[in-house]
């Protein structure tokens, strides 16, 4: 009796893995791409305007109410009433938007009220209006200003997450993406970009619920007259919720379809976590079945390294001595997928649950104590509220 050398089919099985690799990795490139993901964040430079929209010129009618109307703020100002001032002057920027003064003096009152997103709006509108044309010299510095502010809040970690976020969803490594972007946020929990740009890479995942819960927190954080990309926003959101409506995945369901390998990846929306699960268990089952050890047994030894000719073969049995250990591995692997799914649709029923408490029947979202620095200052928030 004659052993052959072990026979490994590896030359098979290598086409079968690029094959699954290939689908993972190709995957993003056949998303639906959607919005172009924001790319300026604080830090990247000076602040630059949008282009504004050309204004309506008023009548005179309403030329003169928005001089009264500001005449009236200026007033409640110097009385102390800095939010009666802020409504005065919204409703004289509404009057006569063409006039660079009332969207000075609005902007001086939101500044004032520490309303800093709203100011660079209005300070880039006075700006686009002709302000420093009308005497009013100070615009840009205090626009300037304000920017310096709203860079500093931005950590080192968090736009070091955020550059990184914007590297891997060019690279089509979405999950990654979503993860440093998700690292932004953490850092700077109202930081608008960060939340559009994660709600992009959601979008192009599948994962479209939380896509549409990032484009409305965007929406919320972001004044519809400061963003040009406000309006293109809110249309995907009717287009999305026009064609999408998904429940939030059931972990008992996802946990029972992950016995079927990468199913409950795909239930939950991430189809290149499944084809990644997918493709690691059958190209486990591949190598056991394929890595095969033939032994012949033959009428005479043949010489040493030479086969057994086939007059003299006696018969011949096939082993695979890796199949059993191979669906070991598989078995592993599509356990590790199911349980990583239950707890990625736990925790998005948990993250549901949790923002449902938050919001109260009237719309309003109430957020506990938190504390924030900004130089030699330290703010303490007990109790915050917000009206949707």
Not at 17 to 41: D, E, H, K
Request: charged letters at 20%; proline letters at 7%.
């Amino acid at each position: 009796m004659s052993p052959r050398l072990p026979q490994h089919a590896l030359p098979g099985l290598v086409p079968g893995v690029l094959a699954a690799v290939a689908l993972a990795v190709g995957s993003p490139a056949t998303a639906q791409q959607g919005l172009s993901l924001a790319r300026n964040y604080p830090g990247t430079g000076p602040y630059e305007c949008p282009a504004p929209a050309a204004p309506v010129d008023p009548t005179d009618d309403q030329r003169v109410r928005a001089s009264q109307l500001t005449s009236d703020a200026l007033e409640a100002s110097i009385l102390g009433d800095l939010e009666g001032a802020r409504t005065l002057l919204e409703q004289a920027s509404a009057a006569d938007p063409t006039s660079p003064e009332v969207a000075y003096r609005h902007a001086r009152a939101l500044e004032d009220m520490e309303m800093r997103t709203e100011a660079i709006s209005e300070y880039c509108r006075a700006l686009a209006l002709g302000a420093v044309d009308a005497g009013i010299d100070d615009s840009r510095d205090r626009l300037d200003a304000l920017y310096d502010i709203v860079r500093e809040r931005i950590t080192d970690r968090a736009r070091t997450a955020f550059v990184s976020g914007l590297s891997q969803a060019d690279a089509g490594l979405l999950e990654a993406a979503e993860g440093s972007f998700s690292v932004a946020i953490d850092e700077v929990p109202d930081w608008a970009e960060a939340y559009y740009n994660r709600a992009i890479v959601l979008e192009r995942m599948g994962r479209v619920s939380e896509s549409l819960d990032d484009y409305h927190e965007y929406l919320q954080l972001t004044p519809s007259d400061i963003d040009p990309v406000v309006a293109a926003v809110t249309q995907r959101i009717g287009m999305l919720e026009g064609t999408f409506t998904a429940p939030t995945p059931s972990p008992g369901a996802t946990l029972a379809l992950g016995i079927m390998p990468g199913m409950g990846q795909y239930y939950t929306g991430r189809g290149v976590s499944g084809t990644v699960v997918l493709g690691a268990v059958v190209g486990a089952v591949a190598a056991g079945i394929l890595v095969k050890k033939v032994t012949v047994r033959c009428l005479n030894t043949p010489p040493s390294g030479a086969d057994c000719p086939p007059n003299e073969v006696v018969d011949e049995s096939t082993e695979r001595p890796f199949l059993k250990p191979a669906m070991g591995v598989a078995a592993g692997i599509t356990l590790v997928g199911a349980v990583e799914a239950f707890i990625k649709a736990r925790g998005r029923r948990a993250q549901r649950e949790q923002a449902a408490q938050g919001v109260a029947s009237n719309g309003l979202r109430i957020t506990g104590p938190s504390l924030a620095t900004r130089g030699d200052r330290v703010d303490l928030s007990v109790l915050g509220l917000r009206f949707h």
